[in-house]
């Protein structure tokens, strides 16, 4: 029995002592936050409730996190972190501002321009007009493609008219973007030649960051400015799990 335990406890010893490694050097570690909806009350992973966001907020505030843009990260500061909303909704344009400013955060909101035009389900989404009426004190545009479909699945020649067609409009808008891209549902071509065809494509348009999920800790400067991971924040969460996952980025072991 014993001789099947030893390479289970030293494989969990490694890992604990992995992550207690990076936990003990963190000038360099670059969080990002992925959030999508606020709402006065959670009832799915995607929603966060106003109670719980307000905490949060708090917290990072309060252990004095840095709150950057994508377009501030080659300003080196201690506590970097980056909090992202996805899709556009309305909430965030009725909720995010006096909490921002509440707790001197940034926030950066990857808009689907499809979403905008069209609606998506039955969601209450921001209008053109909103998204250009956020102060830009606290709010970072970015690009979230514009259809919102799995890039995974598409040619490089119908991603390049979907994120043109994403740029284009907001530019119509007159809506300053920074050009960096959240992969909708996370995914993009991951085979070898394929990812490389696509990163080089993304460096060709002009394209900064992208990031997908992943649920890790990134280290900035990057080796990887097309896979910078972000953690996502559930509806659910409660305050310890939140802090272990500003430690962490995921809170399972494997
Ligand atoms: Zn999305």
């Known amino acids: 029995m014993i001789f099947y335990l030893i390479p289970v406890l030293l494989a969990v010893f490694i890992v604990i002592y992995f992550r207690l490694y990076l936990f003990a050097f963190p000038h360099n570690r670059l969080i990002i936050l992925m959030y999508h909806q606020v709402e006065k009350e959670s009832h799915e992973d995607l929603t966060v409730s106003l109670e719980n966001l307000e905490q949060q907020f708090s917290y990072l505030?309060?252990?004095?996190?840095?709150?950057?843009?994508?377009?501030?990260?080659?300003?080196?500061?201690?506590?970097?972190?980056?909090?992202?909303?996805?899709?556009?909704?309305?909430?965030?344009?009725?909720y995010l501002p006096s909490l921002l400013e509440k707790y001197n955060l940034k926030a950066t909101i990857f808009i689907p321009t499809g979403f905008i035009e069209k609606g998506y389900q039955n969601y209450p989404m921001m209008t053109f007009d909103e998204i250009r009426s956020l102060d830009k004190k606290y709010f970072e545009i970015a690009l979230h493609s514009h259809a919102h479909e799995n890039l995974k699945n598409?040619?490089?020649?119908?991603?390049?008219?979907?994120?043109?067609?994403?740029?284009?409009?907001?530019?119509?808008?007159?809506?300053?973007?920074?050009?960096?891209?959240?992969?909708?549902?996370?995914?993009?071509?991951?085979?070898?030649?394929?990812?490389?065809?696509?990163?080089?494509?993304?460096?060709?348009?002009?394209?900064?960051?992208?990031?997908?999920?992943?649920?890790?800790?990134?280290?900035?400067?990057?080796?990887?400015?097309?896979?910078?991971?972000?953690?996502?924040?559930?509806g659910k969460d409660s305050i310890i799990k939140f802090k272990l996952k500003l430690i962490f980025g995921r809170l399972k072991l494997f």
Do not use: W
Not at 67 to 87: H, Q
Not at 223 to 232: A, F, M, S, W
């Open 154 to 234: 598409m040619s490089l020649d119908l991603i390049e008219k979907d994120l043109e067609k994403n740029m284009q409009i907001l530019d119509a808008q007159k809506i300053p973007y920074s050009k960096v891209l959240a992969y909708p549902y996370g995914k993009y071509p991951n085979q070898k030649e394929e990812k490389s065809a696509f990163f080089s494509f993304l460096k060709k348009i002009g394209i900064d960051f992208a990031v997908r999920i992943g649920n890790r800790v990134n280290y900035y400067p990057t080796q990887h400015p097309y896979e910078l991971c972000r953690v996502d924040i559930k």
């Open 61 to 94: 505030s309060h252990k004095k996190y840095t709150s950057k843009f994508f377009s501030e990260l080659s300003v080196s500061a201690k506590k970097n972190i980056v909090i992202t909303f996805d899709d556009g909704y309305r909430n965030n344009f009725e």
